[in-house]
């Protein structure tokens, strides 16, 4: 491995959390910007390593996008916020996991009693699934009889075969053709297979949990969205306790090199080292770092607000994706009822075209007494711009309005608590994970991750897992090897 651009996912990537990274030459003095999982895994290996490692985090916590949250909830009742299903082939992930002994138990993304609300109908998928017209929605006759799922593959099936078909070389021609549509331009107007009607787009996008991404990439969709969580052979974990245990997994080998509350506002590169401005959020205090090298784990949405000097450090390229790439809102709400009145019922999962859209049950406290928590809501893109309009009192009462529909009263009844997070009015991420628009892979993906002299880049938005912990882990790795092997003159 000469070379950061000879590493080969995921063996090469195996290689460095199993063994670390080559000893360090020269000890480099290296400032970390987040401690999200990329930051955490890059530090971890810079430092053990040999280099010096500084990690500033705006947030008074560690974990970035992977966030439990406990309170206001009874001792031992959670619900991740952030990223909640681990799948079992991420396996960066699941190394991590196995390196530090964590325990994980199956995340049931989907079970035999799980129900739609869509069109008014309230109906199991099981039933679904054995007449799909039962929904009604309004379809043309080749589109009658088959699933969301069986119409979606149906429509992008064709792709897939010409792209295993294809030399390296042509698949690459093939992504860069195809990033240009967005998916309900590639479905109502296919290039390659079976155009769907409006309406049969339309039982896609509701179904497969694609309505919110009108704009996003075909690809990208494709590839991070419907295949990971709505294939049936895709198995999902999730950490005993609270997905948070992994990053707090990496503090006892870095907690004295973390300082909380700190914003990053300025950052100046110099020929010989880069300087970084933070203000302590706590009481505004601003303090100057130094470094050799920074390296950036934050959303191009939140480092559009750090100021870089000089600006020819950064490349034109460079600062139109910082500018362009957009991170997907996102909105959660748990909610704790009394007990697990659910549990009584021959319900599961819930997907509809009510505003709460997706509804999970907790996969870990199943069976246990007393008040439990569920996943009234999960909602992104628009779907989850929506609850912007109202104050979080007022999602409630609407979210519960949604679950008596299926449960009846006694959701008012068992009501004990509730949280509802935003990712966008996040100040830290401004969303929560990233897709592309149309043409935005073959102009930007490149660009991405590069580095703008002493200034490197990490994070699932400059990695090929968007919206998940495996592309953070991937990028963080990728970043801590450019670094360890960067050779650039410096002061010391």
């Not at 031992?76 to 916020?81: E, Q, T």
Request: aromatic share 12%; glycine share 8%; net charge negative.
């Amino acid at each position: 491995m000469a070379k950061t651009e000879t590493l080969s996912y995921p063996d090469d990537f195996l290689h460095i959390i199993q063994q670390g990274l080559p000893k360090a030459a020269r000890k480099k003095r290296i400032l970390i910007i987040g401690a999200g999982m990329a930051g955490l895994v890059a530090g971890q290996l810079l430092k053990q390593a040999g280099h010096q490692v500084t990690i500033l985090e705006g947030n008074n916590r560690i974990g970035g996008r992977v966030y439990t949250v406990r309170k206001p909830f009874t001792y031992g009742n959670y619900i991740d916020v952030g990223a909640m299903r681990l799948p079992s082939n991420h396996v960066l992930v699941q190394e991590y996991i196995r390196k530090f002994q964590l325990p994980t138990q199956p995340f049931l993304n989907t079970t035999p009693d799980d129900l739609l609300l869509i069109n008014g109908k309230q109906l199991f998928q099981e039933d679904y699934k054995e007449n799909p017209d039962l929904l009604d929605f309004p379809l043309l006759p080749w589109e009658r009889g088959k699933t969301a799922k069986e119409l979606f593959l149906s429509s992008v099936q064709p792709f897939l075969d010409l792209y295993e078909k294809s030399t390296p070389e042509e698949q690459e021609e093939l992504l860069d053709q195809y990033s240009n549509y967005a998916m309900g331009e590639y479905l109502r107007n296919n290039p390659l297979g079976p155009s769907m009607s409006t309406n049969a787009v339309r039982k896609v996008k509701l179904l497969l949990g694609i309505e919110g991404f009108p704009e996003f990439s075909f690809l990208d969709i494709l590839t991070d969205i419907t295949f990971p969580i709505f294939s049936e052979e895709t198995e999902f974990k999730e950490i005993t306790g609270g997905n948070d245990r992994l990053p707090y997994a990496f503090l006892p080998s870095l907690c004295s090199d973390i300082h909380f509350n700190q914003k990053v506002k300025k950052i100046f590169q110099g020929e010989y080292e880069i300087r970084v401005e933070a203000e302590n959020q706590l009481d505004c205090k601003r303090t100057c770092w130094k470094a050799d090298y920074v390296l950036s784990t934050i959303p191009f949405t939140t480092f559009q607000f750090i100021e870089v000097y000089p600006f020819s450090s950064i490349s034109f390229k460079k600062r139109q994706a910082i500018q362009e790439l957009i991170n997907v809102p996102a909105v959660k709400v748990g909610i704790e009822f009394k007990s697990r009145f659910w549990e009584r019922y021959p319900v599961g999962n819930i997907t509809s075209d009510l505003p709460m859209r997706f509804m999970y049950l907790p996969s870990h406290d199943r069976g246990k007494p007393g008040p439990g928590v569920m996943l009234a809501s999960y909602t992104w893109g628009q779907n989850a711009m929506l609850w912007n309009s109202l104050s979080d009192k007022e999602i409630i009462e609407v979210l519960l309005e949604n679950l008596c529909r299926v449960y009846g009263p006694i959701v008012y009844q068992e009501y004990l608590s509730s949280v509802v997070f935003n990712w966008s009015r996040n100040p830290f991420s401004a969303g929560c994970f990233t897709l592309f628009t149309p043409g935005q892979s073959l102009d930007l993906e490149e660009v991405i991750p590069s580095p703008e002299g002493r200034l490197h880049f990490a994070g699932e938005h400059t990695s090929s897992f968007h919206g998940w912990i495996e592309g953070a882990v991937e990028s963080g790795i990728r970043a801590a090897y450019e670094l360890n092997a960067s050779e650039g003159s410096s002061k010391a």
